[in-house]
């Protein structure tokens, strides 16, 4: 039991890395960004660009292409929308999202391929009787530390507490001398740096890049915020550790022969904490909320 917990908490851990970056600009804007996943990839394939140099090095650097993309995404795609329909901004970042992934097709080619990174945390400690990989580790580590972070930003900085009244009434805290186009930027460039964090960990764990390897984990993460309650960050990071436990405990638990069925049985409890909860876990109706 022990071990599936350290195993959830992993998971849960990259899971909420990607989660609270959709779930930022969500608060914010309203904008349920499916571009996200490709700020993943192109932080994957900036991994592929600077390998060779530092670690150190590489992880700013990718950090720093990752925000940048973000920030483009902000001035050149969603700037001229903000404020339209929920529908106009979801097929915003669709298109968005299509784009980017040719042109990297375009590019990179439709192959695998494969990098290197944080090959030496590859090995496990032992730990009380529980083996816990030093990648795993990391992630836990790296997660917790940026959740704090991010919520002492949130609460204790100026532009913290702008974001936060723009999440709360978005005209109003323009009305209020909040400047909008600060804050939004801020929140795609935090957006894209947990992106950026997410990719090198996503990558060090499969080692395998793809112009479509964003896909499946902002699916996840969508799914995570549901779960947890639209609107509030620590709720989408109490989504991703649930999602996360039920899919380990259902790996670990299932009888041989039901295995193949982990997947619909993960989102049929989902479906039933929806039947129950229908705001999520953590979430209040009409709440939206930093």
């Not at 947890?228 to 999602?243: P, S």
């Amino acid at each position: 039991m022990a071990q599936n917990l350290v195993d959830a908490v992993s998971i849960g851990s990259l899971d909420a890395l990607i989660a609270i970056g959709i779930a930022l600009l969500f608060s914010i804007m309203g904008l349920i960004n499916f571009a996200h996943g490709e700020l993943i990839m192109i932080g994957g394939y900036a991994l592929l660009w600077f390998a060779g140099l530092p670690f150190a090095v590489t992880a700013v650097l990718v950090v720093a292409v990752v925000v940048g993309c973000g920030l483009a995404m902000e001035r050149l795609a969603f700037r001229s929308v903000r404020g339209a329909s929920g529908e106009t901004l979801l097929m915003t970042s669709f298109a968005l999202s299509l784009f980017v992934q040719g042109g990297v097709l375009l590019f990179e080619g439709a192959n695998p391929k494969s990098v290197d990174v944080l090959g030496s945390l590859g090995a496990s400690v032992h730990v009380a009787g529980l083996s816990v990989g030093k990648l795993d580790l990391a992630i836990i580590g790296v997660t917790a530390v940026l959740l704090l972070g991010l919520a002492w930003f949130l609460r204790a900085t100026p532009l913290g507490v702008q974001m936060r009244a723009a999440a709360e009434d978005f005209r109003m805290a323009r009305a209020l001398g909040v400047r909008a186009n600060l804050v939004v930027a801020i929140a795609f460039g935090v957006s894209g740096a947990f992106a950026a964090i997410a990719a090198i960990f996503l990558v060090a764990r499969t080692g395998t890049l793809t112009p479509a390897m964003g896909l499946s984990p902002v699916l996840t993460g969508f799914v995570a915020i549901v779960l947890g309650g639209l609107g509030r960050l620590w709720a989408a990071a109490l989504g991703a550790f649930v999602l996360a436990l039920l899919s380990v405990m259902l790996q670990a638990y299932l009888p041989t022969s039901m295995a193949p069925y982990r997947d619909a049985l993960v989102y049929l409890g989902i479906v039933v904490i929806l039947v129950m909860r229908p705001h999520g876990i953590a979430g209040r109706p009409g709440a939206v909320r930093v």
